[in-house]
């Protein structure tokens, strides 16, 4: 009978090899734009959270509590920072971002709050919705009219993701640039950069990139180029 093969060495651990990286939270898949389940457990607690925090700075509207600017700045601030979230052990805690002189009319909605960033003398009308599973950065000196709506999540582009609470989404930044100014009613759809100095009419629904110096009007918003010097 043939002499029985050595066993080769066993080949020794690489002294470069590191513990498998744990899997991404479907919040981490939110924040880096990829698609994500956003009814998993953190998800909707952060949401709750968050939507409790709105309620209460709402709730300062009361004709029979009379409360001082300070402390509504303060309630917002608070929304921004997200004050309730919990950072698990390795996590990169996220935080928004307030500047000085804003004004922030009531009802506001925001699903999140820490996906929000908000330059300095930024008005804000009443019923504005920020739904910020994608970041939403608006630029100093901006005024956002009331019932306007900014959505991060991608409209889906297949029949397959459209599984109600089991199906995926994609967020999106919406980025509104320096001395904007958009009116009533208007809705910024995600993935949309609006440049400084335009003009977006009210009612308008933008699904596009609006350069700067521009006028949008429309559904969807056509841009028009203008010449603030004429």
């Not at 690489?14 to 734009?33: I, V, Y």
């Not at 700075?57 to 608070?78: D, T």
């Not at 900014?150 to 582009?157: D, H, R, W």
Request: hydrophobic share 35%; aromatic share 6%.
């Amino acid at each position: 009978m043939a002499p029985m093969a050595a066993a080769p060495p066993a080949s020794s651990p690489s002294r470069c090899s590191h513990p498998p990286w744990p899997p991404k939270s479907e919040k981490d898949k939110m924040l880096a734009g990829e698609p994500f389940l956003p009814y998993t457990d953190q998800l909707v607690d952060e949401r709750t959270l968050c939507s409790g925090a709105v309620y209460h700075f709402n709730s300062l509207s009361n004709a029979a509590v009379q409360i001082a600017a300070s402390e509504r700045e303060r309630q917002f601030k608070y929304i921004i920072a997200a004050g309730w979230i919990y950072s698990r052990p390795g996590e990169h805690r996220v935080t928004g971002h307030l500047g000085g002189g804003i004004n922030v009319a009531i009802p506001f909605h925001c699903d999140y709050g820490y996906h929000i960033s908000i330059g300095d003398n930024v008005v804000i009308g009443p019923n504005s919705q920020l739904f910020d599973s994608g970041r939403i950065a608006i630029g100093r000196n901006t005024k956002i009219g009331a019932r306007v709506t900014i959505s991060t999540l991608k409209a889906p582009c297949d029949i397959n993701t459209l599984k109600r609470s089991k199906g995926t989404e994609i967020a999106r930044e919406v980025y509104i640039g320096e001395n904007v100014y958009i009116g009533d009613g208007c809705i910024i759809e995600a993935g949309v950069r609006i440049g400084n100095n335009a003009i977006v009419r009210a009612g308008s629904v933008v699904v596009r990139d609006i350069p700067a110096d521009c006028v949008a009007l429309g559904n969807a918003a056509e841009v028009r180029q203008v010449n603030w010097k004429d």
